[in-house]
């Protein structure tokens, strides 16, 4: 029985893995009390860890967004001091 809990958990987490955000959290969650109580802790902890350092699609396309901005504004600012005969 204990390797058919392990072979359970190991499949529930690879699996959370895969997926992102707050969806982590409630298959890991759920998955955890199935498994046993022990282990919910485990997954409610394993779940918050990943949700933290997933990042939704979204904040990518925002974060890349600002990084451009941030590019381009850098970029003229260089131009006008090459125009008036500074340096980058």
Do not use: H, N, W
């Not at 699996?15 to 199935?34: D, E, K, S």
């Amino acid at each position: 029985m204990p390797i058919r809990r392990l072979f359970v958990l190991s499949a529930l987490l690879g699996a959370a893995l895969m997926l992102q955000g707050c969806l982590v959290g409630a298959v890991v969650g759920t998955g955890a009390a199935v498994v046993g109580g022990t282990v919910k802790a485990t997954g409610a902890v394993l779940g918050a860890g990943v949700d933290a350092v997933t990042t939704s699609d979204e904040e990518t396309r925002l974060k890349r967004d600002r990084e451009q901005r941030d590019y381009e504004r850098e970029q003229r600012r260089c131009e006008q001091r090459r125009a008036s005969g500074r340096d980058c």
